[in-house]
């Protein structure tokens, strides 16, 4: 059955809008979503909601749970500790690998990725990160990996990061670390990467992803006092 471009533009809208709720962390983590509440507030129908769940629950951004509907994701220690350790593990290898394998083209979308990230606003009047900037954090990191000669390997890096996205917002929205200097971390992969210094470059990313795990736990420590 053909799908209408009307019917398909409304879904992409409802994604782009949940996706945003989810991301911001308007749902508390391990929340059940109510499809016909969520259905009525943004004036769709039940199944065009469904369909932009299930595209989210793919990316690790919803969990679907059989004959009961979509939740978000929980928010534990050992689900993060995981994570970020399969993401540091696989993430710095495809770094080693493009700066290995990269060519002039890719130290080119490597700068031009961390100009536009650069100078992109993070935040809006309320605090939030913009979607702008989530769109070039996205692009950054993944043209930092695409230099590579393995597809797979950096098919297998973006997904983890798909995975955790979810998280590397929240240690934003939710954690409100103020000693943390993101800007000045991707300035150092970037600039790092380019200078072909593969295990410097390699222990920043580290760091960097680990830099946000650090501040869930806390924070997941701190409000279960």
Avoid: C
């Amino acid at each position: 059955m053909t799908v209408s471009p009307v019917k398909k533009t409304l879904s992409v809208e409802v994604y782009d809008r949940l996706r945003t709720e989810l991301l911001r962390g308007d749902f508390a983590p391990g929340a059940k979503l109510l499809i016909g509440e969520i259905a009525s507030r943004f004036g769709v129908s039940a199944s065009v909601l469904r369909e932009a769940m299930a595209r989210l629950a793919q990316q690790g951004l919803l969990r679907a749970n059989p004959q009961r509907g979509f939740s978000v994701p929980e928010l534990s220690v050992e689900v993060l500790e995981d994570l970020s350790l399969a993401r540091r593990l696989i993430e710095t290898t495809a770094l080693r690998e493009s700066i290995k394998d990269g060519d002039l083209a890719w130290e080119s979308t490597v700068m031009a990725a961390h100009h536009r990230l650069h100078h992109t606003q993070s935040t809006d009047s309320h605090g939030h990160l913009t979607e702008a900037w989530d769109r070039a954090h996205r692009e950054f990191h993944h043209v930092l990996l695409a230099g590579g000669r393995s597809r797979t390997l950096t098919e297998v890096a973006t997904g983890l990061r798909d995975r955790t996205e979810l998280f590397v917002h929240w240690s934003r929205e939710l954690t409100h670390d103020d000693t943390r200097d993101v800007p000045a971390e991707h300035q150092r992969i970037a600039d790092l990467a380019l200078a072909r210094d593969a295990d410097g470059a390699a222990q920043a990313l580290d760091e960097h992803i680990q830099r946000s795990v650090t501040a869930l736990v806390e924070h997941l420590e701190t409000t279960r006092r």
